[in-house]
């Protein structure tokens, strides 16, 4: 079923992509972003402290969370032909191999402008323990309704 302005109503939520986190989807991300940190990839690294903080081991790149929150996003918006515009997101909790997330959001206010519409979401990515390990807010921009003839 295809989401639409109209049918939209506060506090409606949207559900993304379960993902399993391991060593390989890890170093995959690594390989597309470039980016080699040895959090990501050393466990020896990771056995040391950091100020007040001790990991424990590898941790996920909080980037892949934005990635599977743009995902439900797009996945939820892009059939009705509206475009996610903002991502704004902190991380709260690392996510280490075995851990298993889930983009989820609840809709929080609609507004309608001059030229367009809008929906404003809160976003969060939930662990196997419905902890959030990643929180933050979007928007998507709707289409302007369609005039009749």
């Not at 903080?53 to 032909?81: E, K, Q, V």
């Not at 902190?90 to 809008?118: E, H, M, N, Y």
């Not at 929180?135 to 009749?148: I, L, Q, R, S, Y």
Request: glycine content about 10%; some cysteine.
């Amino acid at each position: 079923m295809t989401t639409t302005f109209d049918g939209i109503t506060i506090g409606d939520t949207i559900n993304g992509p379960t993902f399993s986190v391991s060593r390989e989807s890890i170093r995959l991300f690594c390989d597309g972003s470039l980016d080699y940190n040895p959090l990501h990839l050393d466990d020896n690294y990771m056995k040391g402290n950091f100020g007040k903080t001790n990991f424990g081991g590898i941790i996920m790149h909080g980037m892949n969370n934005f990635g599977l929150i743009t995902r439900m996003l797009t996945d939820w918006a892009y059939p009705a032909g509206a475009i996610h515009r903002r991502l704004e997101t902190r991380w709260l909790k690392p996510v280490k191999p075995g851990d298993t997330i889930k983009p989820t959001g609840i809709i929080k206010a609609k507004q309608v402008t001059a030229k367009s519409r809008w929906v404003l979401i809160d976003v969060m990515v939930l662990n196997q323990n419905d902890e959030k390990v990643a929180m933050g807010e979007a928007m998507v921009e709707f289409p302007t309704a369609a005039k009749a003839a």
